[in-house]
């Protein structure tokens, strides 16, 4: 069976908290505005490879993918159950 790991859901988090970091601290160092581009590229590949929906290739928002480590959850497109593990 096909499933979403929960590594790759909380690297994306991590990945997304990163951003917003060095977003901020790039108003007050403007090199950090580089590295929070290169925080949100990575984030974005990782969730055009990985953070879909393993049935239908559905996006699947980080926040519905965090509720769903700790519950049941079911494909918004397709109504197929996805598995984290």
């Not at 908290?17 to 949100?40: C, D, N, Q, R, S």
């Not at 953070?51 to 109504?79: I, Q, S």
């Amino acid at each position: 069976m096909k499933y979403i790991s929960r590594k790759d859901i909380n690297l994306g988090l991590i990945f997304v908290i990163l951003f917003v970091i060095t977003l901020i601290g790039g108003f007050i160092k403007w090199p950090l505005f580089i590295l929070a581009g290169i925080f949100l590229i990575f984030y974005i590949i990782l969730d055009n490879k990985r953070l879909r929906c393993p049935n239908c290739g559905g996006y699947e928002n980080l926040d519905r993918l965090m509720y769903a480590k700790n519950h049941m959850f079911y494909c918004k497109h397709c109504g197929e159950r996805i598995d984290i593990q």
